[in-house]
């Protein structure tokens, strides 16, 4: 079981897809330029000069030499793709953590700024999503208390409730023994 790290997950996202072609390119390149330069030499019976050599060498260099200048711009343009796709889920982060904490969301203006290193951004969203944490758990307490509060209240009227029953019992109890005994005295 291997442990990926960053490195390894950039890898073959970005490099593989355009380094394996490349290579393979490259071989067939050097392959061409050996099967040519070793005709030549067989077909030839005379000794091929150095200059000869010289300029072979020249376009194997320059032949290599194109072939890692496409590997840099293919890999620019997924380096460049890939910042593009990192601006648009820093900018939907950005609008989450504005429609969650308001206008004043803390670090929601620096998630924008593409001037920013990629640590300094994702502090920001760090230090947002603790601050909007920290909210939620403030919003809960008061909440909690609100709640303990109108509990107590409940539980306060309840027992009131039960001792104006207790109270209205007694009073209907007292009125029944008194119209008894105002009828027994009738």
Not at 11 to 39: D, E, M
Not at 53 to 63: E, M, P, R
Request: proline share 3%; hydrophobic share 45%; net charge neutral.
């Amino acid at each position: 079981m291997s442990v990926e790290n960053d490195k390894e997950r950039a890898w073959p996202r970005l490099v593989t897809p355009i380094l394996w072609p490349l290579l393979v390119l490259q071989v067939v390149l050097v392959g061409l330029w050996l099967a040519v330069g070793l005709s030549g030499r067989w077909l030839v019976l005379s000794p091929v000069s150095w200059g000869d050599t010289f300029w072979w060498l020249l376009v194997l260099a320059v032949g290599s030499g194109l072939n890692v200048t496409a590997f840099l711009m293919l890999l620019r343009q997924r380096l460049r793709a890939e910042e593009a796709r990192v601006e648009a889920a820093f900018g939907r982060l950005n609008e989450r953590l504005v429609a969650i904490g308001g206008d004043d969301a803390p670090g929601a203006g620096r998630l924008q700024d593409a001037g920013l290193p990629l640590e300094r951004r994702l502090e920001a969203v760090a230090e947002s999503c603790d601050a909007l944490g920290e909210r939620w758990q403030a919003e809960l307490e008061a909440v909690r208390g609100v709640e303990r509060r109108l509990n107590d209240d409940l539980q306060a009227q309840q027992g009131r409730l039960a001792r104006l029953e207790t109270g209205r019992v007694r009073a209907q109890e007292e009125s029944r023994l008194k119209s008894g005994y105002l009828s027994h005295l009738q």
